[in-house]
């Protein structure tokens, strides 16, 4: 297993069940939707409504990186 620190992501994309994740053209990697529901789930959103949809926006002004370990503030 190889551990990918500070990569830029260039895109993120479906892939059937899983999200593929480029980092350059031609390579990148795969997550599961479940990794990413938990990516997710530590940031704050703020959600707009527009005219059909809500989006959400990350809270990036409120948002830290903390340690699995530590309790969120």
């Known amino acids: 297993m190889k551990e990918v620190k500070g990569t830029q992501i260039q895109a993120v994309h479906p892939y059937y069940e899983h999200i593929?994740?480029?980092?350059?053209?031609?390579?990148?990697f795969f997550i599961s939707s479940e990794d990413l529901v938990t990516i997710l789930s530590e940031f704050d959103f703020l959600v707009e409504k527009k005219r059909t949809r809500s989006w959400g926006h990350v809270n990036i002004d409120d948002w830290t990186v903390e340690k699995k370990d530590e309790p969120r503030s």
């Open 20 to 28: 593929w994740i480029s980092t350059e053209p031609g390579k990148g």
